[in-house]
């Protein structure tokens, strides 16, 4: 089987990456990344040299580009995780969403169809449904719930979502949809809240935390989500959407409490910053239907899996050092420099 991973590059897309040509060895898996800031080839190292993989920089918006991947390699299976995802990114430049999770994903559905794939895969967000309120901890999304975006980001994700469906409904495209929770794990770029506290602190930084603390989203560990979605491309019925989620709701400020805990760092370095704009307060989904249907439930302890994930920050420092040098760092003196004086 030939499976062509769009997004590879980045941070589920690689631990995608790394599960599958472990846990296959008899699959070719073949990658398309544009290397776009959060996008780095060093995710891919180990991987590189294996007969049974494939880079190609490229830009899934480039419809020749793809098309000829499609008609060099014949892929099986195309899974999307090529996305535009930071939402305070969004909320500065909506329109680089639009482009590649809108249009890039509308080309990689058309070269689907030209080239007949037997599976085409969406990979979503939990963001797409909105938020619930902090004080109905009973209630949770499921695959049936409405939806309803708060950000530019999760519309696009919603805009794609939709288009598969119809891509499906319209043309009879093989699809398959997961919305998963937020992950945690290695090789994650630091702008999500986990990453960002952990090289924080350990820079004895200030650790800028929206608003009150009080968010709270279901945090699921990246091996948790890779393996949902092997069982999804195996066993998956066309047409379905399914949650991924990692039944482990946890407010941001607890989050951030535990990383220090962990690093034997002071509480005096979180610093409260003004709130970002139609920021969603609880994300919560059911995985009842992943449950049902294929027996799956998350495995990895979230104390055990943030503990692996801060010690693999401090064994990787050459990883992330070159990250914060760079570019990265003019972006988040946009987004916090000011909010911390």
């Known amino acids: ?168 409904r319209t043309y009879g495209l093989p699809v398959t949809i997961s919305r998963c929770s937020n992950n945690y794990g290695p090789y994650q770029f630091p702008e999500k809240l986990i990453s960002l506290m952990i090289i924080n602190a350990f820079n004895n930084k200030p650790l800028p935390v929206y608003g009150d603390g009080k968010n709270v989203r279901d945090w699921i560990h990246v091996k948790d989500h ?17 949650n991924i989620g990692g039944n482990n709701e946890r407010e941001n400020i607890e989050i951030v409490k535990m990383i220090l805990k962990e690093l034997g760092k002071p509480e005096e370095l979180i610093r409260f910053v003004k709130d970002r704009p139609g920021h969603d307060k609880r994300y919560a989904i059911s995985t009842a239907k992943m449950e049902k249907e294929f027996g799956w439930h998350p495995k990895v302890d979230f104390e055990q899996g943030l503990r692996e994930t801060i010690n693999w920050y401090l064994e990787n420092r050459d990883w992330w050092e070159e990250i914060i040098n760079g570019e990265y760092m003019k972006y988040y003196e946009r987004m916090y420099g000011e909010r911390l004086k």
């Open 1 to 168: 089987m030939t499976i062509l991973v769009t997004g590879g590059a980045g941070f589920i897309g690689s631990n995608f990456i790394h599960y599958m040509l472990e846990n296959h060895y008899d699959y070719k898996l073949v990658c398309i990344d544009k290397l776009t800031y959060a996008g780095n080839l060093r995710n891919l190292e180990k991987v590189l040299g294996k007969s049974n993989f494939r880079f190609v920089k490229g830009d899934i918006c480039d419809r020749e580009l793809v098309n000829k991947i499609f008609e060099e390699e014949s892929p099986d299976v195309v899974i999307n995780f090529a996305a535009e995802s930071h939402v305070d990114r969004s909320i500065e430049n909506p329109d680089v969403f639009l482009m590649t999770n809108v249009l890039g994903t509308q080309v990689l559905l058309d070269a689907s169809r030209k080239y007949g794939v037997k599976r085409f895969h969406q990979v979503s967000t939990d963001e797409v449904y909105g938020d619930l309120p902090l004080e109905r901890r009973d209630l949770k999304f499921t695959e049936e719930s409405p939806l309803k975006p708060s950000s530019p980001y999760s519309a696009s994700k919603t805009a794609a979502d939709l288009l598969v469906l119809a891509y499906h």
């Open 226 to 242: 890779c393996e949902a979605l092997n069982i999804i491309l195996q066993k998956g019925k066309e047409g379905e959407v399914y």
